[in-house]
């Protein structure tokens, strides 16, 4: 099968032989592929990561035990843990400390003609979620995450910093708690998502002089977690979201006087976003900027670095 | 009256007029006082306090409208509030945007042979409570302020970080809650203390290959944080109370992959306090190294800085 490969921080398409599954996996036939993030930082050496990247994706069951996924048109949560561990136990297999992510750690991933995942990882979709909806369950069940962790009352006002792919997910989702929110980003087209949804929005370096109970950090750089403390409230919570490689200076003093709450926040529930997606109650085509073949991916990669530029998806 | 003065990172003993309390104060003669951590980062610089510092003390009322307070000794909590604000309504002054702090931040403190607080601060000491014993009041009152924040549960264990004056306290307190509390610190002689009371203890260096559910950063010094993050249980929780001029560098991402919930933590319940050294749950007397009359405070300062020094007291 074809597939892009990354090493030593060089990304080519090459042809592999198509996975095998474990006795437990299924084999999918990758549909529909997205980029994010973490696989920009993947390819400046984040984690380290040799393979096939991506993770985001939908994709149809070719071969699986269970015969009635066969067929199905799935999505996949991308952690696989040992199964016998604390976390495995208690059902947070994404914190498994000999864990598989897939495209992220030892695991190949979604941007290749096939992939392989337990059965147990996928979710059949129901039709009224378009292929191209289905690409953002995983980064929306990423944002459904922080309503797993802290709870959010009408009354709070919520401020996310960042306007990035995940940043305009959150905010989504956010405004279905509280009214009060608004996203602090760059990019006046990206932000107009969000005015269409209600939400308030700032260009950065607009001077903002609210501090907010809730501060969700999405900008994917360094930058955001001193931000963050600038507009949290005394006794406020911040949702830490971005991941990339290198370390931040923090003051840890003002954490400490102000009391505040840091929360990291990774991986969430595919049920919840599936359930979301299906009411249409997040608004995610508009963040579509580009839809490459599988043989450009590496012009895919240069375009979704650009600034400017949102949601990038792959077709295999 | 004497008093110790700080100015431009310099102490020195200087006469003042005995300060005139505000209708809602007392004035409080005090009869003893303690150093704490932040009174040494105050001389490095910290916050850039000018003018009597400290803020742990015992004392008894002079001068009061409520009549009843007048010959009682007292302690007394540190923040005073505008009462107009969100935070002050909210009954959480400590975190009032203009708040003074007892020899922290715009009010002098308890180096002196007199000192004025808000009536509503002061907290009559039942007599089982020595002079002594009162002074660790408030340093015990930000111990228990932990148990305010988070619930520690019997089969939750607790790593504390740092065996200097505040980090005994807090391992002593959660010891109350769980058996499983661990303690790391650079000196046998002051975690002895700790065995006494069947606290489990390790030297700094030795390395310890469990993780903790909780962990408790109270080393005072910017290393604490990454010490911490390195031995925290995935979805574990760290208590951050350790204040300090300057910036921490922090491997971000850390947080957001393990979601660690990062939590600064300061003032706590006086009477709660009150109550738990009533019925001698903690050890405060072995951790008394010095006490020196206000004439010799200066001595008391370089004494206190000593690593292997526990709490010093002046005497005015």
Known sequence: MKALYLEKAQLKIITLPQPSPLRNEALVKVLKAGLCNTDLELIRGYLEFEGIPGHEFVGQVVEAANSNLVG????????????????????RKE???SRQVLGIL??????????????DNLHVLPPRISDVEAVFIEPLAASLEILEQIRIRRQDSVLVLGDGKLGLLIAQVLKLKTPKVSCVGKHRRKLEILKEKEIETHLLGTRIREKFDIVVEATGNEKG??????VAKAKGTIILKSTFQGETKVDVSKVVVDEIHLIGSRCGPFSRAIEVLSRKQVEVEKMVDGDFPLDRAKEAFAFAQKPETLKVLITP
Not at 111 to 118: F, I, N, Q, W
């Open 106 to 119: 030892n695991k190949d991933g979604a941007l290749a003609e096939y992939l392989t995942l337990p059965m």
């Open 72 to 91: 199905k048109r799935v999505v996949g949560d991308i952690n696989l843990g040992c199964g016998k561990c604390e976390y495995c136990l208690g059902g």
């Open 95 to 97: 914190h498994c400390p």
């Open 225 to 230: 977690l001193n931000e963050a403390l600038s």
